[in-house]
């Protein structure tokens, strides 16, 4: 599946994730940048996307990103039917609570991790 995601971008300070760290046991995911750029945590690697690049991140590999820039950032998210059943579920959550949070991660055979 393959959908089209912004963020607008925010204030100079620390990172404001995009998604918490966090792996997919049997999915892999990968992003494409359109416009702006991207900061992507794969393992214990850094990697920084701008337009016309992507980043590739193999099932099992602990990943987080975020907008690293105050500008706005557009990407193609590429994903797994599971996975993005995932992201749909957090997004419809009423209060996205740890325990709630995990608990979605589990069902997608997904593991949410300490930042």
Same mark, same amino acid.
């Given at each position: ?5 912004? #963020? *607008? ?7 404001? @994730?995009? %998604?918490? *760290? &966090? @792996?997919?046991?049997? #999915?892999? $995911? %990968?992003?494409y940048?359109?416009?702006? %750029?991207?900061? /992507? ?5 850094? /990697?920084?996307? &701008?337009?016309? !690049?992507?980043?590739? /991140?193999? +099932?099992?590999?602990?990943h !987080? ?7 706005? =950032?557009?990407y193609?998210?590429v =994903?797994? %039917?599971?996975?993005?059943? @995932?992201?749909? $579920?957090?997004?419809?959550?009423? $209060? ?5 949070? +995990? ?6 055979d !997904? ?5």
């Open positions: 599946m393959i959908a089209e995601w912004p #963020d *607008p971008g925010g204030p100079p300070g620390p990172p404001r @994730l995009i %998604a918490p *760290p &966090h @792996l997919h046991r049997t #999915d892999d $995911e %990968a992003w940048v359109l416009e702006g %750029a991207q900061r /992507v945590q794969v393992g214990k690697e850094e /990697v920084e996307a &701008h337009a016309g !690049s992507a980043v590739f /991140v193999p +099932r099992g590999t602990p !987080s990103y975020w907008n690293p820039r105050p500008g706005p =950032v557009r193609l998210l =994903v797994t %039917a599971n996975i993005y059943r @995932l992201i749909q $579920e957090i997004h419809g959550m009423n $209060e996205r609570t740890p325990a709630a949070l +995990r608990a979605g991660f589990t069902r997608y !997904s593991g949410l991790l300490e930042a």
